[in-house]
């Protein structure tokens, strides 16, 4: 496409905007199960008119934007709050990558600083988000994944025999995104503490929803700043916090440690360059919006509607474990879990719910379908069983559906030359920009 000679109108570009919008996957309706936090239209129109008066807005300048100090600083204070720190240090992000990006700079410098470590290395379980590896490519630290206990939470005695002295942080997850376990964060921190170590608790998911369902009282082992020896925390504010895309918290215990995060340039012509995280301009819509949304919903509305997912999570798991064939993997604490099938291909039971409009989230090693549960879903448990029960019944009979997905799927899962499997995936990213014009193709 070339870049438009002409102007076009508002009533030209709004009809094309939706109708390609309206094309996308049925999130408002429950067919998807990642992605989308949607939390009902009243917490939505909240968002977008927060939103919408800050649109044009910018983190980048607070002395400009003192309204988004403010924001920032208070949904700063109001997590740490929540997350049993109220002092805490932190800063609003991009997003969960973003946050653990930053924790793992600032696990690095601190190291460089305080212990003179020049060849620093981190620890996560294989369970742990691929955001510590991104961290890990591009700040240059040596990343150990570590194995997990039966019950699919990390073995804390690999961690401990994978700590050396150039260790400058441990990481666990409260829950992990793929079976929605937490991981023994008080004994990880434990260790950590012990040998001098930072430890980082991935909350991305959990932050904005496991102290609900505390409230509700399930149980919740311990993995916010009540165990010593937890230095820093992710928050993502645009997943269970129900805020616009683009909002996420990090928090630090100690002030000082935080400091390793920032980055400033003191000789630059344009003046004198500071910023806390790895943006330059940041939306203040984001931040406005995350505001709006913690005193919309408050603890009540937080409760309100932890309660409607926990309901709706235990309704699935049932469901799903009562067909013969599946069967929901390890003790998911939350809303987040994974089921696969000892007898058949549970891509290709993927592949018949695509049939039927689901989208089911794919994963491997072992090879089985995520489900993250939102309030959204209260709705679909009936529907969503019976079609997963027919799907199941139909690939025991015939095997896989037509689509050939399963085959590519089962294909990647088996294959030992991973970094063939890792080009698969650089080459489909490839496609999805910028895509070569067929030359056969006319106008
Ligand atoms: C546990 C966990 N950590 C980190 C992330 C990364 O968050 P984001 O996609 O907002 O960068 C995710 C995303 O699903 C996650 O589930």
């Keep these: 496409m070339q870049f438009p000679q002409k102007s076009a109108s508002r009533e030209e570009i709004t009809p094309r905007i939706t109708d390609a919008i309206s094309r996308d996957a049925n999130w408002r309706g429950g067919k998807i199960f990642s992605l989308v936090y949607f939390a009902g239209d009243d917490v939505a129109d909240v968002l977008k008119e927060a939103y919408t008066t800050a649109f044009y807005t910018n983190g980048l300048g607070p002395g400009a934007f003192k309204s988004l100090k403010k924001f920032e600083s208070e949904v700063i204070s109001m997590t740490g709050d929540l997350l049993h720190h109220p002092e805490a240090a932190g800063n609003m992000t991009s997003g969960g990558t973003e946050s653990i990006l930053m924790a793992v700079k600032t696990a690095r410098d601190w190291a460089r600083a305080e212990k003179e470590i020049a060849h620093p290395q981190i620890i996560v379980p294989v369970t742990a988000h691929p955001a510590f590896d991104k961290a890990a490519h591009y700040l240059d630290v040596d990343i150990v994944h570590t194995p997990l206990r ?84 992710s928050a993502d504010l645009h997943k269970y916090g129900y805020s616009a895309r683009g909002a996420s918290v990090v928090l630090y215990r100690d002030r000082d440690v935080r400091r390793h995060q920032f980055f400033a340039v003191s000789d630059w012509p344009g003046g004198l360059y500071g910023s806390p995280t790895l943006a330059g301009s940041r939306p203040g819509g984001a931040i406005a919006a995350a505001w709006a949304v913690l005193n919309f919903l408050g603890v009540e509305g937080y409760t309100r509607l932890a309660r409607v997912i926990m309901d709706t999570t235990a309704a699935l798991i049932e469901g799903i474990n009562d067909i013969p064939q599946l069967k929901v993997l390890g003790r998911p604490e939350m809303s987040v879990f994974a089921f696969a099938s000892g007898s058949l291909d549970v891509y290709a039971v993927a592949d018949a719910l695509d049939e039927a409009g689901w989208h089911p989230d794919r994963q491997q090693l072992p090879p089985s379908l995520h489900c993250m549960v939102t309030p959204v879903h209260d709705t679909i448990v009936q529907p969503f069983l019976s079609d997963l029960r027919r799907a199941t019944e139909y690939v025991a009979e015939n095997g896989a559906v037509s689509t050939g997905r399963a085959a590519t799927y089962g294909m990647l899962d088996k294959m030992s030359d991973r970094a063939a499997v890792r080009n698969v995936v650089l080459d489909s990213i490839d496609r999805l920009t910028g895509a070569k014009r067929d030359p056969a193709a006319r106008d």
Aim: charged content about 20%; hydrophobic content about 50%; glycine content about 10%.
């Design 150 to 233: 039966d019950d699919l939470r990390a073995d804390v005695d690999a961690i401990r025999r994978a700590i050396t002295d150039n260790t400058v942080l441990v990481a666990g997850s409260a829950p992990c995104y793929p079976f929605g376990v937490i991981d023994p964060i008080a004994e990880i921190a434990g260790l950590a503490a012990g040998r001098g170590v930072l430890c980082h608790v991935d909350a991305c998911l959990g932050a904005y929803l496991l102290p609900f369902i505390e409230r509700l009282g399930y149980a919740v082992p311990p993995w916010d700043f009540r165990v010593p020896g937890v230095t820093s925390i």
